[in-house]
Nanobody, 129 residues
Framework: QVQLVESGGGSVQAGGSLRLSCATSGYTVSTTCVAWFRQPPGPPGQEREGLAALGRNIGDIYYGDSVKGRFTISQNAAKNTVYLVMNSLKPEDTALYSC???????????????????WGQGTQVTVSS
């Protein structure tokens, strides 16, 4: 059974940094792609925003436009863990951050939600001004 557990969230002032971790239960073909998403506070049903994705087998990386240059995704394959380092945080980065895993399926790993079958519970990030 695939399990994803996020950690590293918390409260930080604007301009600060955080490193989020996504610990996976192991590597399989069905979890080749790992991505980070976030859902800001607000009414239920808001769309999750895709932030970054990584292909665990060949290390290809994709970033959403809103986080390019500020966020960095990486992995420690030996620990089956994917990280998201977030720098220059802004109040609008406040959200519930979740990681997700899914198969590559012959394409490249991006943040299309349909690609991801497994989701973690999320870790809250709050950025104050």
């Amino acid at each position: 059974q695939v399990q994803l557990v996020e950690s590293g969230g918390g409260s930080v002032q604007a301009g600060g940094s955080l490193r989020l971790s996504c610990a996976t239960s192991g590597y399989t073909v069905s979890t080749t792609c790992v991505a980070w998403f976030r859902q800001p506070p607000g009414p239920p049903g808001q769309e999750r925003e895709g932030l970054a994705a990584l292909g665990r087998n060949i290390g290809d990386i994709y970033y959403g436009d809103s986080v390019k240059g500020r966020f960095t995704i990486s992995q420690n394959a030996a620990k089956n863990t994917v990280y998201l380092v977030m720098n220059s945080l802004k109040p609008e980065d406040t959200a519930l951050y979740s990681c997700a895993a899914g198969p590559r399926g012959g394409g490249y790993c991006d943040t299309a939600k349909w690609r991801y079958d497994y989701w973690g519970q999320g870790t809250q990030v709050t950025v104050s001004s």
